[in-house]
Structures are given as C-alpha cells and as structure tokens.
C-alpha cells in the first residue's frame, strides 16, 4: 500500500473496510449495533405501548401467569424483588393491573391484568422481554457459553463487579 493510502481514502471518502480496524475497534462497534438494537426496540415500545420495557415485559408476565405474586414475578424477570415492587406499584398506579392483599397473609400479594393492561400489550410490540433476551434464548448452548465466558473475561477487565446484573436494560 502505498503511504498516501489512507489519506487518499479520506478525501475521496472511501470508507474504510472493517476489517482495517483493530480486532477492539471491530467489537466495540459490535457492542454498538447490540446497544443501538436494544434501545431501538425500548423506544418503539414507549412510543406504542406507552411505558417502558420492563413495565411491558411485567405486564406480560402477569397476563401469562395470572395471580403471581411479587417474588415471582421478580424471578421471572430477573431483578431483584424490590425492582419488581416498584415495577408492580407503578403498573397498578397506572391501572394496568390489579392488587389482590386478600391472602393470609396481608403482606402478600398477587397480581391481575386490567383491561388496560390488556390493551398496552395489544398495541406493544414484540417480543415483550425485549430483544435481547430473546436473541440470546435464540442462541444454542455453546454459544451462549462462549459469550457468558469471554463477557465474563471482559467484566474482570473493567473491574465492575457484579453491579447492575439484576436491572432491567430499560433502565440503564
């Protein structure tokens, strides 16, 4: 090549391939696509639906599993049981769904879906996890260990521990 390649490129606005790029630079914009994808689908969700993604994937959960209580609904998400509280609290403000306290034990409680509810999901669109989750439950098992071991090689690299692992990438 000759060494005025690169800026010959530049002014005639070629663009560079990507395979030019640092081996880094190629899965850092890898993670942008992924990111770029996710907040994508968020947007779209709050633009017809109305609330956010993890508002809209507790709804469903709520429609499948009619009655379920908080912890579950907090495992069936993912997230730690106050995050799926507050989630509860603001669902049922917004009169999607409904709080039974008629148990035992008072402290419990189970949930229903309104007709509101009913008709956020109706409008919203797919898939209700989000996209991410779905694509990942997509991939086959080995795939998906070769991603949970170099991600997990990448979270030692940034020295971030484990926080953040139980909230919602809505909310990130």
Do not use: C, Y
Not at 123 to 142: C, E, K, N, R, T
Not at 156 to 163: I, M, R, V
């Amino acid at each position: 090549m000759p060494p005025n390649h690169t800026s010959r490129r530049q002014k005639t606005g070629t663009a560079t391939s990507p395979a030019e790029f640092a081996p880094s630079t190629r899965v850092l914009r890898q993670f942008r696509i992924v990111f770029n994808a996710v907040k994508t689908h968020f947007r779209q969700v709050e633009k017809t639906a109305g609330i956010g993604g993890a508002q809209l994937w507790a709804l469903s959960v709520v429609q499948q599993r009619p009655g379920i209580g908080v912890g579950d609904l907090a495992r069936a998400l993912d997230v730690h049981q106050t995050t799926a509280s507050n989630l509860v609290k603001n669902l049922a403000a917004q009169g999607l769904v409904a709080i039974d306290r008629s148990g035992a034990d008072r402290r419990t409680a189970t949930m229903t879906l309104l007709p509101a509810g009913q008709a956020r999901l109706a409008h919203a669109p797919m898939p209700f996890a989000g996209v991410l989750p779905d694509a990942l439950s997509a991939l086959d098992a080995q795939t998906l260990a070769r991603l949970e071991h170099d991600l997990g090689t990448l979270i030692t690299a940034l020295e971030a521990g484990t926080s953040g692992e139980n909230t919602p990438l809505s909310e990130l």
